[in-house]
């Protein structure tokens, strides 16, 4: 699967997907937001280039599909299991 196609899948289920560089740690900042029930959840991870290494691909795109896959198992499992909203995020 590439990289578009998952966005476009994510973002069908209410997902919001935004990344960064941040050059002081070497790493990919991840932060992965769900809208549920009006309301929004949220999900970050930094992904340095060490794990990048645990895959047995060297691909940057394989590697950033699993992570982002995972991190939305992850967010739709917490939802379930234990809904706690975002703070102040009420609005339509």
């Not at 699967?1 to 070497?26: A, C, D, Q, S």
């Not at 990919?28 to 970050?44: E, G, N, P, S, T």
């Amino acid at each position: 699967m590439t990289i578009e196609r998952l966005l476009k899948e994510l973002g069908e289920r209410h997902f919001e997907v935004l990344w960064r560089y941040e050059v002081l740690t070497n790493s990919i900042v991840i932060q992965m937001d769900k809208r549920y029930c009006h309301q929004w959840y949220r999900l970050a991870r930094k992904v340095t280039l060490d794990d990048f290494h645990h895959f047995i691909t060297d691909q940057f795109e394989d590697t950033m599909v699993r992570f982002l896959k995972e991190m939305a198992q992850e967010l739709e499992y917490q939802i379930k299991v234990a809904p706690e909203p975002m703070k102040g995020e009420d609005n339509d």
